[in-house]
C-alpha cells in the first residue's frame, strides 16, 4: 500500500463496497464487482471490473488501485496476478456471521475508519441479540436452504446462523461449516427424509422456479410443498456474507417463516 489510508480501492465482491459506503467511505472506491447492486446507485457510480472467478486484470491496473479487496481461495487466481503486478491485496475468507461483523470492522481499521466501523459492527450485533431474543420462545420450523438446484446444495454457514437466529432449524446444520458448495451437496432423497417445514432458496443470482421443486419425484409429500412454504430469498440479500445478509437477508428469512399457509 503506497500510502494509509488507501486512496483508490478496487472490490472484487459485493461485500466490501457495500461496507465502504455505510462507512461513507465510498469515494475510495475505483472498482467493483459486476454483482455489486448494493447500493443502488453503485452501479452509476462505479466502473465493474470483474465477475467472481473471473477479472479483468489490465483494467483492474489501469485503475491504479493501491488496495484491492477480495473473498476467499475461488479469487486465489486473481489475487495472485495482481499480487505479481506489485498490487496490495487483502483477502478476507470468512463463511459465518463473527467473520461477516470482523470483515467489517477491518475493512473500517484499513480506510482509517475503525471507529466508526465499530459503531456498525455493534449495532449489528445488538440487532442480532435482540432478533434472537425475540425468536427464543416461538415454534421452531424445520428450514432446509436450497443454495443450488443441481446440484443441490445445501446453505453455508452464515445463512444456517441467520436461519436459526430468526427462529427456525436448518435441517443441513452440520454440514453448513464446509466452505466449499462441493461439500454442502445433497441429495433429493436426503432432503425428502429431512421433512421441512419450509424450503427457503437462493440459486445463486438465477431466477428461483418453485414449480420445479414441487415437482421433484416424492416431494409432494413434504411439509414445506404441501402446505405452500417454498419461498425465494435474492442472492443479493443472502449468499454475500456482508452487512446485506445481516439486515435485508436476516428480514427476508423472518418474513418467510412467520408467513403461515
Given at each position: ?57 489490465p483494467k483492474i491496473l489501469a485503475l ?111 454440514l453448513s461449516g464446509c466452505a466449499a ?54 442472492s443479493p440479500l443472502i449468499l454475500q ?21
Open positions: 500500500m503506497r500510502s494509509f489510508p488507501p486512496q483508490r480501492i478496487v472490490c472484487l465482491t459485493e461485500e466490501t463496497v457495500e461496507t465502504l459506503y455505510l462507512l461513507g467511505e465510498e469515494d475510495r472506491i475505483v472498482g467493483v464487482s459486476g454483482y455489486a447492486v448494493r447500493p443502488a446507485r453503485v452501479r452509476r457510480e462505479k466502473p465493474r471490473v470483474s465477475a467472481f472467478t473471473s477479472a479483468d486484470i491504479k488501485p493501491d488496495l484491492v479487496f477480495a473473498f476467499s481461495d475461488l479469487q486465489a487466481d486473481i489475487a495472485a496476478e495482481l499480487i505479481r503486478a506489485g498490487v496490495h491485496v487483502h483477502a478476507f475468507n470468512h463463511r459465518d456471521v463473527a467473520g461477516i461483523l470482523a470483515m467489517i470492522r477491518c475493512v473500517g481499521a484499513l480506510v482509517g475508519a475503525g471507529e466508526r466501523a465499530e459503531r456498525l459492527a455493534a449495532s449489528y450485533e445488538a440487532r442480532l441479540d435482540e432478533v434472537r431474543e425475540a425468536t427464543a420462545t416461538i415454534a421452531r420450523p424445520r428450514v432446509y436452504f436450497e443454495e443450488w438446484e443441481g446440484p443441490l446444495i445445501s446453505g453455508i454457514g452464515w445463512v444456517s446462523e441467520l436461519v436459526a437466529i430468526a427462529g427456525g432449524d436448518d435441517v443441513f446444520a452440520d458448495a462441493k461439500d454442502r451437496i445433497v441429495t433429493q432423497e436426503q432432503v425428502l427424509a429431512s421433512m421441512p417445514d419450509v424450503i427457503l432458496a437462493s440459486w445463486c443470482g438465477k431466477k428461483v422456479v418453485p414449480e420445479k421443486i414441487r415437482a421433484r419425484d416424492g416431494w409432494g409429500a413434504i411439509p414445506a410443498v404441501r402446505d405452500g412454504r417454498i419461498f425465494e430469498i435474492k456474507p456482508g452487512p446485506a445478509a445481516l439486515t435485508d437477508g436476516l428480514d427476508a428469512i423472518r418474513r418467510a417463516l412467520a408467513l403461515r399457509p
